[in-house]
C-alpha cells in the first residue's frame, strides 16, 4: 500500500497563480521528500524535510511538515507555464533499523499551468 | 553531465522472454534502487542495493532479479516476461543511506510486454 498519497490529484492553474498539493502519510517517518516529474522523464528532486523540521523554503517552493497530523504541503508561488508536472511527494518511513533510505512514493498531482 | 544512465529507452518483448535493464551512476553514491511506475499508482520499490556487494527486495520484488555488479552498476533483469511486468522502469542512486539525501533518477526504460 502507499504510504504518501497526494491530493488533489490534477491542479490546472493560470500563469501566476500559486499551487498548492497536499500529501498525507500513515506511519512516522525520517524525512519527506518533494519531486517533479515532467512527461516522459525522470523524477527530479525539489526539496527534502526532516521530522524535526516544519517548514523549508527553496526559490519558489515552499514545504510545510505537521508530524502530529502526517501531513505536508508543496506551494508553489508564482506558477509558471514551465512548472506543468507531476508532482510526487516521497517518505523515508521508519519501519526499521534497516529501513532508513528506502523511499514510498505517492501517486501524484499533476499540475497544469496554463498561459 | 554527471546522474544515473538508463538502457535502453525503449523495449518490447514478448512473453516469456528475459531482458537485463542496464544501470551506471557516476556520483560515486552508496545507494541504488529500481522502481516501476505504472499509472495511478506512483512509484514501487522492486529491489535496492545499500551498498556494494548488497541487494534486497522492495515492495514488488516478484519476476525480478538484480545485480550489484560493482558501485556504479545496478542491473535489473527479467527472466521470464509478463504482461504484467508493462511498465516505466526506473533506477536511482542516493549518497547514504539513512541521512537524508535526495535520490538521483535516470530518465526510465519503457518496456511493453506483449
Known amino acids: 500500500s502507499q504510504q504518501g498519497e497526494e491530493d488533489p490529484q490534477a491542479l490546472s492553474i493560470q500563469e501566476g497563480e500559486n499551487a498548492t498539493m497536499n500529501c498525507s502519510y500513515k506511519?512516522?517517518?525520517?524525512?519527506l521528500q518533494w519531486y517533479r516529474q515532467n512527461s516522459g522523464r525522470g523524477l527530479v528532486h525539489l526539496i527534502l524535510?526532516?521530522?524535526?523540521?516544519r517548514e523549508k523554503h527553496s526559490g519558489r517552493l515552499r514545504v510545510t511538515l505537521d508530524t502530529s497530523k502526517k501531513s505536508s504541503s508543496l506551494l508553489i508561488t508564482a506558477s509558471r507555464a514551465a512548472d506543468t508536472a507531476s508532482y510526487f511527494c516521497?517518505?523515508?518511513?521508519?519501519?526499521?533499523?534497516?529501513?532508513?533510505?528506502?523511499?514510498?512514493f505517492g501517486a501524484g498531482t499533476q499540475v497544469v499551468v496554463t498561459p | 553531465n554527471a546522474g544515473v544512465t538508463q538502457t535502453p529507452k525503449f523495449q518490447v518483448l514478448k512473453t516469456g522472454q528475459s531482458m537485463t535493464l542496464q544501470c551506471a551512476q557516476d556520483?560515486?553514491?552508496?545507494?541504488m534502487y529500481w522502481y516501476r511506475q505504472d499509472p495511478g499508482m506512483g512509484l514501487r520499490l522492486i529491489y535496492y542495493?545499500?551498498?556494494?556487494?548488497?541487494?534486497d527486495k522492495g515492495e514488488v520484488p516478484n519476476g525480478y532479479n538484480v545485480s550489484r555488479l560493482n558501485k556504479r552498476e545496478f542491473s535489473l533483469r527479467l527472466e521470464s516476461a509478463a504482461p504484467s511486468q508493462t511498465s516505466v522502469y526506473f533506477c536511482?542512486?542516493?549518497?547514504?543511506?539513512?541521512?537524508?539525501?535526495?535520490?538521483?533518477f535516470g530518465s526510465g526504460t519503457r518496456l511493453t510486454v506483449v
Open positions: 542495493s545499500a551498498s556494494e556487494g548488497t541487494t
Open positions: 506511519t512516522s517517518i525520517n524525512n
Open positions: 524535510i526532516r521530522s524535526n523540521e
Open positions: 516521497a517518505t523515508d518511513a521508519i519501519v526499521a533499523a534497516d529501513s532508513w533510505g528506502k523511499l514510498q
Open positions: 536511482a542512486s542516493s549518497e547514504v543511506r539513512g541521512q537524508g539525501h535526495g535520490y538521483t
Open positions: 556520483m560515486n553514491h552508496n545507494s
